[in-house]
């Protein structure tokens, strides 16, 4: 059965810094991508960023230059440093995985950014 576990988020002021880790509950090379998605109150779920097992990257406009993801292959996690925060990043944030058949999601975590 495959979890996923986020942890990182928190209130930061604008300008700041954070960094999210989502923990996989099996080898994330079983996954064609892992990534972060991010969802405000009222609107759809949204794209942040994602990363697969060969490296590649993949950035939301909005993100590019200021967020970061990563993948620490043998702690099963992958990370997304966020820097220069923008009030308009204030959204839960969800970890994503899918392999061949399935999309997993864990749970969210909420990120504010806010003086």
């Known amino acids: 059965q495959v979890q996923l576990m986020e942890s990182g988020g928190g209130l930061v002021q604008p300008g700041g810094s954070l960094r999210l880790s989502c923990a996989a509950s099996v080898s994330i090379f079983r996954f064609n991508a892992m990534g972060w998605y991010r969802r405000v109150p009222g609107k759809q779920r949204e794209l942040v960023a994602t990363i697969t097992p060969g490296g590649t990257t993949n950035y939301a406009d909005s993100v590019k230059g200021r967020f970061t993801i990563s993948s620490l292959n043998t702690q099963n996690t992958v990370q997304l440093q966020m820097n220069s925060l923008e009030p308009e990043d204030t959204a839960v944030y969800f970890c994503?995985?899918?392999?061949?058949?399935?999309?997993?999601w864990g749970q969210g975590t909420q990120v504010t950014v806010s003086s």
């Open positions: 994503n995985a899918r392999d061949s058949r399935f999309g997993y």
